[in-house]
């Protein structure tokens, strides 16, 4: 063999000796890019010059795995999303919040089970002590600030500032519930734990957020925005879907600790990487973080301290979801598989947690633990069954699902809406509302075979309860509409709503919003659908109508009291 052919040989065999060794390399680069063409597929969709659209990261093994941008931040001057783009964040701030309220228990500042009056001795005494650990877990009974807010008035493109929605609080002068005895999400007991984060550090919740866990972290393009006015470098702007493309989604609130965040999506994998290896806080506040909620009788919610625990393919996960005009997000933890994955959108018709559990399916089909449920045959339910499910379920005291039935299948209309639709069995329990949008009700019979609640699934979102009542045979022809006009006026709100007639209808009006139509279901008891309030006017002793118990989501009975015909 010449000498020349005898190097070349060896330059071939080491060509191949250097493939050999490094094919583990060759082939992980392969599956990395599988993976990624997987959730580009994924989010095919949203790859676009001219519409809004998504930003995601996927942490795996604790570092970062992934990230993109697809679609358009500012529709106006085109700029593109990028995983550095800066989202509203919405809810996802809770976690934070929670975090940031367990950082000063870490301190000695404050106990979880402090009454928050003792922090914020503004707020009324309503006849039971409220702990800050309930209002941690949505246990409090406070209500709802966003629909107290709509019932005084304000519409969606609103500013809202921290004073504003303060008053609201500090105003409210009775419960949904006794506190600890039911879990019901809130976003006022976050606005007011954010108070109590400014009472105890002494330093704004903004400040105190940056210092202890944005900074740390090497979170650099995360803020709590408590200036609405404050300019976001290459922020994304959010949208709403309309016949001729787009509209803006405006966001105009300066309140933090229930929302408020902007972060990017890469950011949050620094977050979540902060669960495995703590930089800001120490690994008991991280063990704290897991605490779910207890209620007064003993049994556990999914909630835990701005975040809900769920199984999953046979891992549990931990998330939570947020939307604020049209953002959406999403952050999904799967801590025994060391992975995790952000969505931030601004488009409204975005949904994040479908596409953050899609991701997770990419990347974790192939773990041993990863059970995915076989696709099985549909088992009908008997006509026994679905006479069980027939009744009227109210979901928020404002929202009432009516289901009716036929030999095969059920179906569903809402209180004040001429629309049935009918429901898909997927099995003896579950029936489809809305295939696109993964919604579905869900029956569980008690032990003694009574069906008194279903369940709202919202696709990956989670589910909400919905109580069974007995509603009294009742013609809307009988209800004399002169009896309810007139002006009623609330303390707690400092507003007031006019009833009057129109056109033959009872209306609500306010000096802040068109009339809005009331539809009638029973003796004294009126719905809106525009609002999606409930009326239920009070009665003395000789029948005469003296004020007005009005029901909103997750928001009860606020008194309107008569104040003139």
Known sequence: MSK?????????????LIVGCSSPTLEKNQHQNTQKKAVEALLSEWDSTDAPGVAIAVSLDGKLEYSLGLGV?????GIPITPQTPFAAASLSKQFTAFSILLLAEDGLLSLDDDVRTYLPELKNLGHTITLRQMLNHTSGLRETGTLLRMAGWQEADAVTQEQANRVAYRQTDLNFKPGSEYQYNNLAYLLLAQVVDQVSGQSFSEFTQTRIFDPIGMKGTHFHDDNAKIVTGRAYSYYTASNGFTKGNLNYSIVGSTGLFTTAEDLIKWTQNFETPVAGTKDTIIAMKERGVLNSGAKIIY???????????????SHGGRDAGYRSFLLRIPEQKFSVSILSNTSRFDTAKIAYGIADIYLKDKPEFIEKPVSKIQYPTEE??????????LFGSLIFTVTRDSETLYLSTIGSSQNGKLEPVSPTEFIVNPALGRSLIFAADEDGEVR????????HGKLDAQRIELAPFDKASANLSDYVG??????LDTEYVFAIV???LVAQNVWFSDIPMTPYQKDTFITIQTQFKMAFIRDETSNIIGCHISGTYADRILFEKVSH
């Open 73 to 77: 931040a500012n529709l106006e001057y």
């Open 453 to 460: 609640s279903l369940k709202y699934k919202l696709g990956m």
């Open 4 to 16: 020349s052919l005898f190097l070349k040989s060896l330059t071939i065999l080491g060509g191949v």
């Open 304 to 318: 835990a301290m701005g975040q809900e625990t769920n199984p999953y393919k046979g891992l549990a996960t931990w």
């Open 503 to 505: 056109e033959g209808e």
């Open 487 to 492: 002006r009623y006026y609330s303390k707690e």
């Open 385 to 394: 069954q679905l006479e069980r499910y027939v009744g009227n379920y109210e």
